[in-house]
């Protein structure tokens, strides 16, 4: 079956980057965009961008153009995500996610990795 | 930028009780419309792509409606495992994706 299991949960200070990790199985791994999302706490989703495993073709949702970087190794059947320049209001739960069909609906989902930036 | 606004953001009901859920665009998504369920400390599920299409495995008691501008999920009879936090998606100006704010299903 499709698994997404994402790394451990990250402590950082204010300014440093942090850069997470989405090992897939069960499936072909370039066949589907992988989607990040993050959530902070008590808050909504809120879609970061997508990779496309087979060419490494990215997107990125407007506000985290310039400081999130989406990267993948295909030997390995990992996606990447670094977040730089971290700031407090970072603080959330991100996760990864398979899309169905490589059109924007996102079907199989990681369990969350938690980043805590604090001073 | 497409906004999608979710009401009302509780719905307070008792199990067996039918859940209505909407969701409103800012402009047309034609159909390009999905719904998500997460359970507390647990990731999202996705539940409704296409404005109707139930995903692999989801319940009959879940269906999805609307085209345009307005789309509704309703649970027809609501299950112990269904109060929980949804979420209303779109996929419209693909390459880019947002979500809505969300609505809680709590117990009355």
């Known amino acids: 079956q499709v698994q997404l299991v994402q790394s451990g949960a990250e402590v950082k200070k204010p300014g440093a980057s942090v850069k997470l990790s989405c090992k897939a199985s069960?499936?072909?791994?370039?066949?589907?965009?992988i989607h990040w999302v993050r959530q902070a706490p008590g808050q909504g989703l809120e879609w970061m961008g997508w990779?496309?495993?087979?060419?490494?073709?990215?997107n990125y949702a407007q506000k985290f153009q310039g400081w999130v970087t989406m990267t993948r190794d295909t030997s390995i059947s990992t996606a990447y995500m670094e977040v730089s320049r971290l700031r407090p209001g970072d603080t959330a739960v991100y996760y990864c996610?398979?899309?169905?069909?490589?059109?924007?609906?996102?079907?199989?989902w990681g369990q969350g990795t938690l980043v805590t930036v604090s001073s | 930028e497409i906004v999608l606004t979710q009401s009302p953001a509780t719905l307070s009901l008792s199990p067996g009780g039918r859940a209505t859920l909407s969701c409103r665009a800012n402009?047309?998504?034609?159909?390009?419309l999905a719904w998500y369920q997460q359970k507390p400390g647990q990731s999202p599920r996705l539940l409704i792509y296409?404005?109707?299409n139930r995903a692999t495995g989801v319940p009959a008691r879940f269906s999805g409606s609307g085209s345009g501008t307005d789309f509704t999920l309703t649970i027809s009879s609501l299950e112990p495992e269904d109060f929980a936090v949804y979420y209303c998606?779109?996929?419209?100006?693909?390459?880019?994706?947002?979500f809505g704010g969300g609505t809680k299903v709590e117990i009355k």
């Open positions: 069960g499936y072909t791994f370039t066949a589907n965009y």
């Open positions: 996610a398979k899309d169905i069909y490589s059109g924007g609906w996102l079907g199989s």
């Open positions: 402009q047309s998504v034609s159909r390009y």
């Open positions: 296409d404005a109707s």
């Open positions: 998606q779109q996929r419209s100006n693909w390459p880019l994706l947002t």
């Open positions: 990779i496309n495993p087979n060419s490494g073709g990215t």
